[in-house]
């Protein structure tokens, strides 16, 4: 037997088993992928540096979840928002039923309340979502929260999506918002796109996840 | 061909892939870890298991390493009759725990007789530019199968320039005036410094933590 079979016919048991000592972590580096390995897959992200709008594209993930981490306005009181796109970004104006609630509280004490805004939630428009309310632009304000986006491949129903966002108000309040609610079609969502309500997104990071 | 070489083969198929009786268990025993890239989303960091625990302080691990930190809050169960879960930050690495908090309580309660079923604000549990504990629950009650578990999520705690965005959302069992209720408790606010947050402590705001496990787990690219 040469030496080269020799070192592969000890890699193996006399059954024919891997043998423990002939594989190890770096057998492993070029693994960038295993089924199972986590339920709850890295997809992409996104950062934003003075930017307009921050836009995914969206595969057949039965759930994404979207996290965004200090998500800061150029502009003072403003809204972060969203739209969907069945067309592959071209329009984001895909037709929207939700609702909106908060909890909010001043740094003065003032506040202390719990409400539904119905000028915030939609009922069948197309208009962006709101995702928090009037974010403050001061250097240390920003906002961050999770958006769920349940089964937007789905060519049957429409599209469920929850999300819950803690912001610093622009007059120094902290604002807890919770919004649900689904768009209403049952073409495939393609794309999502998050901007604010007014001026760029001056800095933030939003990571994306694929939940199997 | 040898019966050696027809044992290998055996663990092929004709396609020469290998078949599962090809690698065990024990095959993968020198395995311990596996490439970042290949890994779930959601890491475990570590946990601690209270018994009879004045407090559970996380001193190591919060860092930059990952944007978002997650603390799952299992079977929290106190000493007390009617104590609450609460928590604060140190960013002196657990030296000391009291940041400046703006935060926001409300709950929802139900009976399991039916006589109670309500949303409402809490202005007793909020906190305004206070450097108190921030209140995850309100109280619970310590009978035997009671409890709490629940969810702490913390977004980029290691921020040099942004005040510390938390959402906790935890369920647990109350008992009012003899009648046990579920209660949905929601808090939210910002810990209101541009230091690093490094440590985090758990206490109940009276006695002990009898039992429960926080497990803290990172969630990043």
Known sequence: MGIATRKIANAFSTSGIIQSANINNASLDNITTIAGAGDMVFVSSATASSSASIEFSLGSYKEYKFFFVNMHPQTDDVYFQFNLSTDNGSNYNVTKTSTYFMAYLGENDAGAVLTYDNTLDLAQSTSNQNLLYSLGADADQNASGTLQLFNPSSTTYIKHWIANTNNAHYNNFSFNTYIAGYANTTSALTNIKFQMSSGNIDAGKILMFGVN | ?221
């Not at chain 2, 510390?164 to 408790?185: A, W």
């Open chain 2, 1 to 221: 061909m040898g019966s050696l070489t027809r044992k290998f083969a055996n663990n092929f198929t004709t396609g020469g892939v290998y078949k599962p009786a090809a690698i065990t268990n024990n095959s993968l025993a020198n395995i311990t870890d596996i490439p970042a890239a290949a890994k779930g989303k959601l890491t475990l960091i570590s946990s601690q298991t209270a018994s009879a625990s004045a407090s559970i302080s996380f001193t190591s691990g919060i860092d930059s390493t990952y944007p978002i930190y997650r603390f799952e809050f299992i079977n929290m169960h106190p000493a007390t009759d009617n104590a609450d879960l609460t928590f604060q930050g140190s960013t002196n690495g657990g030296s000391s725990y009291g940041i400046t908090t703006t935060s926001t309580y409300f709950e929802t309660r139900h009976s399991e007789n039916d006589s109670v079923a309500q949303l409402a604000y809490n202005t007793g549990f909020d906190l305004a530019q206070s450097t108190s504990y921030i209140r995850g629950s309100g109280s619970i009650t310590n009978q035997n199968d009671s409890g709490l578990s629940g969810v702490l999520t913390i977004f980029n705690p290691s921020s040099t320039i942004f005040v510390k965005h938390f959402i906790c959302e935890i369920n647990k069992m109350f008992n009012f005036s003899g009648s046990f209720e579920s209660t949905h408790s929601l808090s939210a606010g910002y810990l209101n410094t541009t230091s690093s947050i490094n440590a985090f402590d758990f206490k109940m705001d009276t006695g002990n933590i009898d039992d429960g496990t926080i497990y803290m787990y990172g969630i990043g690219a």
